[in-house]
């Protein structure tokens, strides 16, 4: 990969190959067990961010990998560790605006920059560096209800649909009896969750507030709840699939284009690190 285009073009096939074989995204999550690693990927400096974090989980599924953690050659070397033969790397990416300064017609203007990098990681499982091993996130449900708490959420229990609403600032959903588990009951809160984020301008984003007046808005805002929910299920320890929600995920492939479903995954990471960090999760 070289360029943005080329990890828009991943992250989508991504996606949607999970998509296609399992249903859904969260569906995906119960295999994780025999699979890989169903923690979230890390680096040096702790969580990857943006699209990474579903790169990295995405090759550590489909891989097998027992580890989440992730290092660059030159990291590796200082540890005095070795790449093993016939490892192959992971592509990632970083991605920000720089302003820069510059004079037009004997005046500073502010000029906007893009910079884009490609650099490449290994799975600790593929080095000769010693395996550090963390604990598996255990689901707790006290866990999710001290975030919902924390976060201040209202939560309402009433009806058969489960939807988030702006105009009241309120989750709601069946009641709990209602779920065949209790997890399915905890991923469905998720999901509603990611969209409360853009409520009340938390995160802000315009495809929430385009959701019922343009179907490319509804898809985009959908397929940053499931790729969000997917984020914080695999946080908190939580491996199971939402209910009933299979039949909108195909629209998603009709209605965004690669760099849509790209800028999707960035938006739910952006939602996840904000929940986890407004919380005091982390």
């Not at 963390?134 to 649909?161: A, C, D, K, R, W």
Request: with cysteine; net charge neutral; aromatic share 10%.
């Amino acid at each position: 990969m070289k360029t943005n285009q080329d990890f828009c073009s991943a992250i989508t096939k991504q996606l949607f190959d999970i998509i296609d074989q399992q249903g859904s995204l969260l569906a995906w999550q119960k295999r994780w067990n025999s699979d890989g690693c169903n923690q979230l990927p890390i680096g040096s400096n702790g969580l990857y961010h943006g699209a990474n974090l579903m790169l990295l989980l995405g090759a550590q599924w489909k891989t097998g990998f027992n580890s989440n953690q992730w290092l660059t050659l030159n990291q590796i070397n200082k540890q005095g560790g070795c790449v093993k033969k016939g490892s192959k790397s992971q592509a990632v990416f970083f991605w920000k605006i720089n302003e820069l300064e510059e004079e037009q017609d004997g005046e500073k203007v502010t000029k906007q920059v893009p910079i884009f990098k490609i650099y490449f990681v290994f799975n600790l499982e593929q080095t000769t560096l010693k395996p550090t091993t963390y604990p598996t996130p255990e689901f707790q449900i006290s866990v999710i209800e001290s975030l919902i708490n924390n976060l201040g959420v209202t939560v309402s229990h009433f009806g058969n649909s489960a939807h988030y609403s702006n105009s009241n600032d309120a989750i709601v959903l069946p009641s709990p009896e209602r779920f065949t588990s209790k997890e399915n009951y905890y991923a469905t809160l998720l999901h509603e969750l990611v969209h409360w984020t853009a409520g009340k301008n938390r995160v802000p984003r315009k495809c929430f507030n385009d959701y019922h007046s343009n179907i490319k808005a509804r898809a985009e805002e959908e397929l940053i709840a499931e790729i969000g929910s997917v984020l914080l299920a695999a946080h908190y320890g939580l491996k199971r699939e939402l209910e009933n929600h299979a039949s909108y995920v195909q629209s998603w492939k009709t209605h965004l284009d690669e760099k849509q479903v790209m800028n999707a995954t960035n938006k739910a990471a952006k939602a996840f690190e904000w929940l986890i960090n407004q919380s005091g999760t982390r």
